[in-house]
């Protein structure tokens, strides 16, 4: 029976590639995602950068397994959302496990 009244959340892994040289290297992180009804993404536009970054205001619940420029561990929070949100390559991560997400697609299927 489907439950209309849920208001689900997922996590999923969140492949980036960020620009290395004349490549790029994938880092990881999860992130733990609401999946957002219309009512909660009326009137957003994903066509810029703005509307994409409200959206995942929105959208991101929390982020784990981050780390520092020295490596370290570092806890998630609304200062470190908005750095994440600041890069464009892990918007588009970001965006990409939100969409497999919300389509039921599981990694390696």
Do not use: C, W
Not at 12 to 25: A, I, L, N
Not at 48 to 60: M, N, P, Q, W
Not at 78 to 97: D, H, N, T
């Amino acid at each position: 029976m489907f439950n209309v009244l849920e208001n689900p959340t997922f996590t999923r892994p969140v492949k980036v590639q960020v620009p290395k040289g004349d490549s790029v290297e994938e880092q990881t992180f999860k992130a733990t995602f609401n999946a957002l009804d219309d009512a909660e993404t009326d009137g957003l536009s994903m066509i810029d950068t703005d509307g994409t970054k409200e959206f995942l205001r929105r959208a991101v619940l929390t982020m784990d397994e981050l780390a520092g420029e020295n490596g370290k561990p570092i806890p998630y929070s609304e200062e470190i959302r908005e750095a994440v949100l600041s890069k464009p390559y892990a918007r588009i991560a970001l965006m990409a496990a939100y969409h497999t997400g919300m389509n039921g697609l599981l990694p390696g299927n």
